[in-house]
T-cell receptor, first 114, second 109 residues
Framework: DAGVIQSPRHEVTEMGQEVTLRCKPI?????LFWYRQTMMRGLELLIY????????DSGMPEDRFSAKMPNASFSTLKIQPSEPRDSAVYFC????????????FGNGTRLTVT | GQQVMQIPQYQHVQEGEDFTTYCNSS?????IQWYKQRPGGHPVFLIQ?????EVKKQKRLTFQFGEAKKNSSLHITATQTTDVGTYFC?????????FGTGTSLTVIP
């Protein structure tokens, strides 16, 4: 079981640049979640997909953030343009089955925007 | 909106002492889950509680779900250095998970 795979593990970029974070959920899982973690705000849900369809994106901070899930095995979170306040650890998580099933988190992407 | 509060934010204990973290939701939950995040790591699922008043144990860890399904606790008996990390509760309604603010546990050898 490879678990949830995220890339890159670390990303350092300059303000204004586009950032793309990638996630491969566990095979067979039908829900995928993007979270952001900071010291100040803790774990925040950005968006989640069910069967590749975005269900709730109310946590997406603003139009600079977008997420896609073109198929069951891949999702991206894009920030364009990036800002220093976007610096955080971004986690992808997946789950299988009925609503409320446990989340399996990836190792996260630590994003630093200078 | 939905809020899940967790206390305390930080806890330092001497190895061998007990530890408890509490979680409170502003609304009734379908279930509650607990996760542990080691320093530099990612949250790892520990357990899920579904029934009102449910109590579950995992070795030295005891989890409780309140009768009103709005609060929960995690108690660790005789802490060990391997217990270090941040413990999060996550209240669930539908497919929405509302993570608590977490309790960071430090165990002093």
């Amino acid at each position: 079981d490879a678990g949830v795979i995220q890339s890159p593990r670390h990303e350092v970029t300059e303000m204004g640049q586009e950032v793309t974070l990638r996630c491969k959920p566990i095979s067979g899982h039908n829900s995928l979640f993007w979270y952001r973690q900071t010291m100040m705000r803790g774990l925040e849900l950005l968006i989640y997909f069910n069967n590749n369809v975005p269900i709730d994106d109310s946590g997406m901070p603003e139009d600079r953030f977008s997420a896609k899930m073109p198929n069951a095995s891949f999702s991206t979170l894009k920030i364009q343009p990036s800002e220093p306040r976007d610096s955080a650890v971004y986690f992808c998580a997946s789950s299988f089955g009925q609503e409320g099933s446990p989340l399996h988190f990836g190792n996260g992407t630590r994003l630093t925007v200078t | 909106g939905q809020q899940v509060m967790q206390i305390p934010q930080y806890q330092h204990v001497q190895e061998g002492e007990d530890f408890t973290t509490y979680c409170n939701s502003s609304t009734t939950l379908s279930n509650i889950q607990w996760y542990k995040q080691r320093p530099g790591g990612h949250p790892v699922f520990l357990i899920q509680l579904v029934k009102s008043g449910e109590v579950k144990k995992q070795k030295r860890l005891t989890f409780q779900f309140g009768e009103a399904k709005k609060n929960s606790s995690l108690h660790i008996t005789a802490t060990q250095t391997t217990d270090v990390g941040t413990y999060f509760c996550a209240g669930n309604t539908g497919n929405q998970f509302y993570f608590g603010t977490g309790t960071s546990l430090t165990v002093i050898p």
